[in-house]
């Protein structure tokens, strides 16, 4: 159990448009799911957190206009990476956790490049 | 703030050679703390946790016991195999400031490369 999954697992755009990520929890409701962005050779930095039908917490830094961040279900969240420049270009990565449940199960990520 | 620190690769061994990768943290609270790893071009993948002091997280061989004298969860693994070869990630979890939600914060990941 505790399987995330992620979509697309690849994209390749546009400078200027937008581009949407899927994350779901296929085999439990997910109360909280998190956004991160993996940069080469580096670490997970955080981008924002979301609740299931409330407003996400972004970390300090990351702009919330730019990263939309919706929670819709307690199986799925979206992340926009609206009018996408070559710098937003990144490896993104999801996870889920249940409610009360602390360990977050990840999806395998999305490659996202900018022309 | 709360930190992991790991040391920092890339680590090569040889096939069935002890593997230890350090990792110690600091933390305002009394952290979970976790190892996941990422094999190439994937996410992450949890391996092991330990909740409590003196815990000992275990998997697939792995194992990494929780020390809050020396605040350390050094993993280690007794017989390493190429397919173990991977970046991993030492993380710990604690209750964000508001106490609403679990923040996970990561080391830099050391890179492992195991050679037949």
């Known amino acids: 159990g505790a399987v995330v999954s992620q979509h697309p697992s690849w994209v390749i755009c546009k400078s200027g448009t937008s581009v949407k990520i899927e994350c779901r929890s296929l085999?439990?409701?997910?109360?909280?799911m998190f956004w991160y962005r993996q940069f080469p050779k580096q670490s997970l930095m955080l981008m924002a957190t979301?609740?299931?039908?409330?407003?996400?917490?972004?970390e300090q830094g990351v702009e919330k206009d730019k990263f939309l961040i919706n929670h819709a279900s307690l199986t799925l969240s979206t992340l926009t990476v609206t009018s996408a420049h070559p710098e937003d270009s990144s490896f993104y990565i999801c996870?889920?956790?249940?409610?009360?449940?602390?360990?977050?199960?990840f999806g395998p990520g999305t490659r996202l490049l900018v022309l | 703030g709360d930190s992991v620190t790991q040391m920092e690769g890339p680590v090569t061994l040889s096939e069935e050679a002890f593997l230890t990768i350090n990792c110690t943290y600091t933390?305002?609270?009394?952290?979970?703390l976790f190892w996941y790893v990422q094999y190439p071009g994937e996410g992450l993948q949890l391996l092991l946790k330990?909740?409590?002091?003196?815990d000992k997280g275990s998997n697939k061989g792995f194992e990494a016991t929780y020390r809050k004298e020396t605040t350390s969860f050094h993993l280690e693994k007794g017989s390493v195999q190429v397919s173990d070869s991977a970046v991993y990630f030492c993380?710990?979890?604690?209750?964000?400031?508001?106490?609403?939600?679990?923040?996970?914060?990561f080391g830099k990941g050391t890179l492992l490369t195991v050679n037949p």
């Open positions: 996870s889920a956790r249940r409610q009360g449940i602390e360990t977050q199960y």
């Open positions: 085999d439990f409701q997910a109360t909280t």
């Open positions: 979301s609740n299931e039908g409330s407003k996400a917490t972004y």
């Open positions: 933390a305002t609270g009394y952290p979970s």
């Open positions: 330990a909740t409590k002091a003196d």
């Open positions: 993380a710990l979890s604690v209750l964000n400031s508001g106490g609403s939600n679990y923040k996970l914060t």
